[in-house]
């Protein structure tokens, strides 16, 4: 084999890694999103799903205009989240779930404000947060050592300086406005942080 095809073939599988080393920027599915909270807040349970708590047979009283609707709050991954067909549950409606009702191939990406505003009012997602603020406290004493925890749990990557800048910034802005003792104050800038984090651009999208 002369250098020439050698060189023809290293060219060729150097092409060839290349495809493969990146693959277009994609948001994170529902499912991926829920579950990613939850390891955040550190309270992701990994045990099997088991039956769900229905209401006994003798007790139903469902009627097409009275449907069952219940929705039962679980800390165990999305796969084995109660779906319901005759109604879609808030959180994967909003978040572009499957539908339970068809095989869905490709899903729908959407960018809505009501996905905003979840991530600014919703009591589980807020709860989540506290959670992992509390993770983030507790991981370091100072500022820069916490965020580099917060970043390498939730981005898989070190904080930058830039980031602890901002942080900075951000919590000087918001303790002017806070009462209470300085933990008090403290406690709730992480709380608050914990949420930007939580619902930025970085951790909803893969590149």
């Not at 500022?143 to 749990?153: H, N, Q």
Request: proline residues 5%; contains cysteine.
């Amino acid at each position: 084999m002369s250098a020439l095809d050698i060189l023809f073939l290293l060219t060729s599988l150097i092409n060839f890694l290349e495809s493969f080393s990146a693959f277009a920027r994609r948001r994170i599915t529902a499912e991926e999103l829920r579950d990613t909270i939850l390891v955040a807040a550190g309270t992701l349970d990994l045990n099997p799903g088991h039956e769900h708590p229905f209401p006994p047979t003798n007790k139903w009283s469902f009627t097409q205009h009275a449907p069952f609707a219940a929705e039962y709050r679980t800390a165990k991954r999305s796969v084995y989240v109660m779906r319901k067909r005759n109604r879609a549950s808030r959180f994967f409606a909003l978040f572009n779930g499957a539908d339970p009702n068809a095989s869905t191939a490709d899903r729908d990406v959407t960018t809505v404000p009501t996905q905003a505003l979840y991530f600014m009012n919703d009591p589980f997602f807020h709860d989540c947060a506290e959670k992992f603020a509390e993770r983030i406290r507790a991981a370091a004493s100072d500022p820069a050592s916490r965020l580099d925890f917060a970043c390498r749990e939730v981005f898989a990557r070190p904080v930058t300086d830039g980031e602890v800048t901002a942080f900075t910034d951000f919590a000087t802005a918001l303790g002017a406005t806070l009462k209470g003792d300085a933990e008090a104050r403290e406690k709730e800038i992480w709380n608050a942080y914990a949420r930007v984090l939580l619902g930025c651009n970085e951790l909803l999208h893969l590149d």
